[in-house]
């Protein structure tokens, strides 16, 4: 058990320290982290955001965005697992009724690790859900059927959140199944230039037996204001973040002890070249921005849930949605920078060296970082408030 913001941060920076040197060869042997996951369960630190009167740490949001980057600076493919666990501990947060989220938040307090099974393939947009919740035969509960893509933590998890439309106007659920259920395949298919370690398969739900206390009425979230996406997509910016400061370490360390100075700075090493430092300094600078705009909008967000209002909601998700912008960019031209920097000898496919990159442009297409500039124009122009949609 975790009891507080502190020691959650003391956990995660000793979590990623010990992640970091595994992370190269787990990346290159496409080892999935089993042992590792095991670890962060075993700390407590997956159930950190649980209520105190449920007996959790209930860590705020700036905290758990730090966790999430420092994760992510050690690997960017095992900072990305935990992601969705902590976006449905959300959603069991704003539409869980009391026995529920008792339940469930017992469930986390003892290690127990959630999936996602939201997003599928071949439809005609990211929202066009067709996973189908339907009245069991008799009226005891719900059968589930559909296929889900993109599933990020399903292979490791003890339960898998699975987003369903239901009834006639297909509203919005959540419901929770066992990972061994009956019906349940979760299947590893994975195949990203990046992030290779995720296990972001297949979920196939053949007639899966949901009884009706496992489902939650998602559509509720959307009906007022909302931090759903405002959450989400600042764990999201932490991996872009962590990703970015990663890459800028192992560069600074390389040009540090192996890379060789250009004969032409007159310099005894590469860490004395005013061009080198020039173009680090330049670096860092987008890494330090990307690390303020994360801590400013998860303390919009934080600020947002102690007064949620449409208006406080609507600073939250711009806030977020700035910062994600942001820490995309940065993620992807810091990791890229990386060769620029250490020379020829770090393209070296024994080094792995491009995984930081690789993570970066896999993950920061995640969302499009255009649309949410729109949005924060629109906001910022002419005071329109960002949309309800939850990817925001």
């Known amino acids: ?62 905290t758990l965005a730090e966790v999430f980057r420092l994760l992510a600076t050690a690997d960017g493919s095992l900072a990305q697992i935990p992601q969705s666990h902590f976006v449905y501990v959300n959603v069991l947060r704003a539409q869980g009724t009391a026995d529920q989220q008792s339940f469930f938040y017992g469930e986390l ?22 996973t189908r919740l339907e009245p069991a035969p008799g009226g005891a509960g719900f059968v589930l059927t559909g296929v889900k893509h993109y599933a990020t933590g399903a292979l490791f998890a003890d339960w898998i959140p699975v987003l369903a439309r239901a009834g006639d106007e297909g509203a919005l659920h959540v419901a929770f199944v066992p990972a061994g259920a009956p019906g349940v395949t979760v299947v590893d298919d994975w195949e ?10 297949t979920v196939r739900l053949e007639g899966v037996d949901v009884p009706a ?21 600042l764990l999201h910016a932490a991996i872009d973040a962590g990703i970015a400061g990663g890459a800028l370490a192992e560069a600074v ?4 002890t192996r890379s060789r100075p250009w004969f032409e700075s007159g310099f005894e090493t590469a860490a004395q070249d005013p ?6 300094g330049e670096l860092a600078v987008q890494v330090r ?29 711009i806030a977020v949605a700035a910062a994600k912008a942001f820490a995309a960019t940065a993620a992807v031209e ?30 920061t297409l995640h969302d499009p970082a255009r649309w949410k500039v729109q949005h924060i124009g629109r906001y910022v122009l002419n005071g329109v408030r960002p949309p309800r949609h939850g990817l925001l």
Do not use: C
Request: charged fraction near 25%; glycine fraction near 8%.
């Open 213 to 233: 206390d496992r489902v939650l009425p998602h559509y509720l979230t959307f009906t007022g204001p909302q931090l759903h996406g405002a959450v989400a997509q």
């Open 289 to 317: 921005a990307a690390d303020a705009l994360l801590t400013a909008a998860a303390r919009a967000v934080d600020a947002a849930r102690a007064d949620l209002t449409d208006d406080s909601a609507a600073e939250a998700s």
């Open 334 to 363: 810091v990791s890229g920078a990386l060769f620029e920097l250490a020379g020829t000898r770090a393209a070296a496919d024994s080094l792995n060296l491009n995984r930081y990159w690789r993570d970066a442009r896999t993950h």
């Open 109 to 130: 307090l003892v290690g127990k690790r959630f999936g996602n099974a939201q997003s599928e393939a071949g439809t005609r947009h990211v929202q066009d859900i067709r």
């Open 275 to 280: 061009l080198l430092i020039q173009r680090v």
């Open 192 to 201: 990203g230039m990046g992030q290779r370690t995720t296990a972001s398969g």
């Open 1 to 62: 058990m975790i009891a507080d913001d502190a020691e959650a941060l003391a956990v995660a920076a000793a979590l990623a320290a010990e992640f970091r040197a595994g992370a190269s060869r787990r990346d290159a042997e496409r080892d999935l982290p089993r042992a590792e996951l095991d670890r962060l369960s075993a700390t407590g630190l997956l159930a950190v955001s649980v209520p105190a009167a449920y007996g959790g740490a209930d860590v705020s949001l700036v």
């Open 253 to 256: 360390e390389f040009v540090r």
